[in-house]
């Protein structure tokens, strides 16, 4: 697998793959707490979430942190999310569909923001490593763009691989933005970060599930 260039999809981990939605609300309002803002709903997070992160906050706080807030806010953060994701699951139906598009010939990988070091073994626990081309995390400073990252990405994939034949597979703005970097093309899922509207004003698919997104992958990169 790779050595052709079959359809290719580049999913996305957080609130994609990874149906982490009550950690990330528990630990964003945990770092709200750090400055005395008042916590938020799911609803209003998925309404207000931007990449950069720190634009995010500049939201709700009228003004972007400093650099000892953001330092402060992205520490607790992680720390409150790496407490409550051991309670969190794969979205329903996504190792059957990981599984199904192998087996029909074509190939997958995995980008995610998160940390490296801590994704690949949080994905080797759920026993779906083996599906994939490429398992990579973020390295460096957290809450920037994943365009950079993508591009990466794409390169150590090889010529197996083409950008044309590619469909990224994510649940925020970010990831259209990033698969435009590389000449991919992008389908979003309303399962994660961002409401349905914000996800339309990108211009490009957005669906309710990942058998849905799939489906979308197929027809584009057919």
């Known amino acids: 697998m790779g050595m052709h260039k079959s359809a290719h999809i580049v999913w996305d981990w ?29 609803e209003e997070y998925r309404a207000l979430y931007c990449v950069p992160v720190p634009k995010f906050y500049e939201r709700l706080l009228g003004r972007l942190p400093t650099e000892a807030e953001w330092e402060l806010m992205d520490g607790v953060f992680h720390r ?27 190939s997958q990988s995995l980008l995610s923001m998160y940390g490296h070091e801590e994704l690949v073994p949080l994905v080797r626990g759920f026993g779906i490593e083996a599906q994939f081309l490429r398992v990579d995390g973020r390295t460096g400073p957290s809450g920037g763009s994943k365009a950079a990252h993508m591009v990466r990405h794409l390169a150590a994939l ?7 034949r590619t469909v990224v597979i994510g ?4 990831d259209a933005v990033a698969a435009r970097e590389v000449g991919a093309r992008s389908v979003l899922y309303t399962g994660g970060s961002h409401s349905r509207d914000s996800l339309e004003a990108v211009g490009v698919p957005v669906v309710d599930t990942l058998a849905e997104a799939v489906q979308e992958a197929r027809r584009i990169a057919a």
């Open 171 to 174: 649940d925020a703005a970010d």
């Open 14 to 42: 957080n609130g994609t793959l990874f149906h982490d939605n009550d950690a990330i609300i528990g630990a964003t309002n945990a770092a709200f707490a750090e400055l005395g803002l008042a916590p938020i709903t799911m």
């Open 158 to 164: 090889g010529t197996g691989v083409e950008p044309a």
């Open 80 to 106: 409150h999310y790496t407490e409550q994701r051991g309670r969190c699951r794969l979205t329903a139906g996504a190792a059957e569909l990981l599984a199904g598009w192998r087996t029909a010939g074509h």
